[in-house]
């Protein structure tokens, strides 16, 4: 009796002791989560602040381009507006919002004197940057995504997540179409590798035989002999004479016709 006793003590106390560490991992990855939300969160605020000093840079230069400027900045006011809403809600305005700035940098390409400008060049190069920040951290923050709800979903830990209210976390995820896009590949404009050794040209007048010949180490290169003009070539008879090297017609005998 006493044995069996200890042993359901010891097993309440196993069981205590994995539903505690369960949970507590549950929360780590909780927090994981939310430190590395924060993070994506502080590259958006940045991002937010460059872009109406990129927009009065790029204004000075085509104010013309007056949609293009009002696009950005109503896309702007609407990212900001939805901070408090889901990664997935954050995430389409984001969309959009990147959107509209890449096809002002389009607009941008039809003003050499924009991109010559050093205020603008710094702007978009802190821009760049801030994406590139923004990207990594959106890595960071799905990967933690995935293994936390990888656990709200596998059992037995569902049975804990269900038990304290521990439920999916969004992904932070890029809906561009331009991003996902595969890039086309041309290889019209493909030379010749560096290093790479070409056949070598044929001279001019030579006939082909289907084989390479090489150019041997000092044999005279060939050059072709052209006579002037109104004269056969050199080595070959004129039209309708006898072929080169046949004896000429002796005295008596009618000369070579071509005929036979």
Same mark, same amino acid.
């Given at each position: 009796m006493t044995l069996v006793i200890v042993i359901i003590i010891a097993v309440v106390v196993i069981a205590a002791i994995a539903l505690m560490v369960s949970y507590n991992r549950f929360v780590k990855q909780r927090n994981l989560i939310q430190e590395s939300w924060r993070q994506i969160d502080v590259e958006l605020h940045r991002?937010?602040? %460059?872009?109406?000093? %990129?927009?009065?840079?790029v204004r000075a230069f085509a104010a013309h381009e007056r949609h293009v400027f009002e696009e950005v900045a109503r896309l702007r006011t609407q990212a900001v507006n939805v901070q408090g809403a889901s990664p997935e809600q954050r995430a389409a305005a984001e969309g959009e919002l990147s959107g509209a700035l890449r096809q002002m940098m389009i607009s941008?390409?039809?003003? &050499?004197?924009?991109?010559s400008n050093q205020n603008f060049l710094n702007l978009q190069r802190e821009l760049t940057d801030t994406e590139d920040r923004i990207a990594a951290g959106r890595r960071f923050y799905n990967a933690n995504v995935g293994d936390y709800n990888t656990r709200v979903e596998s059992f037995p830990s569902n049975v804990i997540a269900g038990r304290f209210k521990f439920e999916k976390a969004g992904y932070f995820e890029v809906k561009d179409e331009q991003v996902r896009a595969v890039p086309q590949v041309s290889f019209g404009t493909i030379g010749s590798v560096e290093g790479e050794q070409t056949q070598p040209q044929m001279q001019p007048g030579a006939q082909s035989s289907g084989q390479i010949?090489?150019?041997?180490? #000092?044999?005279?290169?060939?050059?072709?002999?052209?006579? &002037?003009? #109104?004269?056969?070539?050199v080595g070959q008879p004129p039209v309708g004479g006898p072929p080169a090297g046949s004896p000429g017609p002796q005295d008596g005998q009618p000369p070579f016709t071509g005929g036979q």
């Open positions: 991002r937010y602040d %460059l872009i109406p000093n %990129l927009v009065e840079t941008v390409e039809a003003y &050499p004197q924009i991109q010949q090489p150019q041997m180490p #000092g044999q005279p290169q060939y050059q072709p002999q052209f006579p &002037p003009a #109104g004269q056969p070539p």
